[in-house]
């Protein structure tokens, strides 16, 4: 088996290879002076078992290109199987046609992946669980949801917990946190006006008195999580908390989580934390590397992936 990485998430790639006991393959990913990106696998990978480990995050077409380029050098250096292993995919919120003449964007991009020669894919909380289904290979969607359940047991008062989805959308993820810790669910119902603008309309449950936690799978701008917050604390909540697994946390997100009423934003380390993230006060980061490091290592022993989640 080799464990190949891009420059989207080195960090993670390094943990996951600690995790499993390897070193990560000498690679060269680097950009000609027009930013062309040229790759070089500087280890026989003949026959060999690849996992190449890379989001799809900010620069999103750069590290997508990234990932397209190694698949295909190692694809013609004769790899037996290549899996791209993708913790966050990249425009998966394009999942759909939202408009008259728009693009299915998250197809175009499975598309890509398995043109490039990927056999199989690996990723984490997919936005929205069809996009499986847009894969005409096999496709593994992993959860947080077990290192998210693992945190909050350690930190939180059950019997005091209420978990929150902050829409009408992400019901499914929220309930099934829920039930894994025994706890109520509420719902934010919010209305959008725009894109990255959201106006909070109305509460569905009772958070008075209870710790709340919101659940959803990406944080982008944060105005959602501020707005719910807000709404459950004016509804009588006595805390407000998030736990997102991908923190795109994109322009001015992360100045407005830290003035937020969030007691803390929990994600994951899907995306490779930027400086500010790291130095905001109330934002926290919870490793997948285990997660991602075990799936690897049963797609190579051809075990049980989704007994992980049992």
Do not use: W
């Amino acid at each position: 088996m080799k464990l190949v990485t891009g420059n989207s998430n080195r960090s993670l790639a390094e943990q996951i290879a600690a995790y499993l006991e390897i070193p990560l393959t000498k690679c060269l990913v680097r950009r000609f002076a027009d930013q062309e990106v040229f790759v070089e696998i500087q280890e026989n990978v003949r026959g060999e078992d690849v996992f190449v480990v890379q989001s799809t995050s900010y620069p999103a077409n750069d590290h997508l290109m990234e990932l397209l380029i190694l698949i295909d050098a190692l694809r013609r250096a004769s790899a037996r199987r290549i899996t791209a292993a993708i913790p966050y995919y990249g425009y998966a919120r394009q999942d759909r046609k939202a408009g008259p003449r728009t693009p299915i964007s998250a197809k175009l991009v499975a598309n890509l992946i398995a043109e490039a020669g990927a056999d199989r894919v690996l990723t984490l909380d997919l936005h929205a669980g069809q996009i499986q289904g847009f894969f005409d290979i096999p496709t593994d969607n992993l959860f947080a949801a077990p290192v998210m359940t693992r945190d909050i047991k350690e930190r939180y008062d059950l019997d005091n917990l209420m978990v929150v989805s902050p829409d009408v959308g992400g019901v499914v993820r929220a309930r099934a946190l829920a039930k894994r810790i025994d706890a109520p669910l509420a719902i934010v119902d919010k209305r959008r006006e725009r894109p990255g603008e959201s106006e909070v309309m109305n509460v569905i449950g009772s958070p008075q008195g209870r710790d709340c936690i919101l659940v959803d799978d990406i944080v982008d701008s944060g105005g959602t999580l501020c707005n719910a917050a807000d709404a459950l604390l004016e509804q009588g909540a006595t805390s407000v908390a998030a736990y997102i697994t991908h923190g795109v946390l994109s322009g001015g997100a992360v100045a407005r989580i830290s003035n937020s009423r969030l007691t803390e934003l929990v994600i994951s380390d899907s995306i490779e934390a930027t400086e500010a993230v790291k130095a905001s006060p109330n934002i926290r980061a919870v490793s997948i590397a285990p997660l991602i490091g075990e799936a690897i290592s049963r797609t190579a022993l051809e075990e049980s992936v989704s007994s992980l989640f049992d």
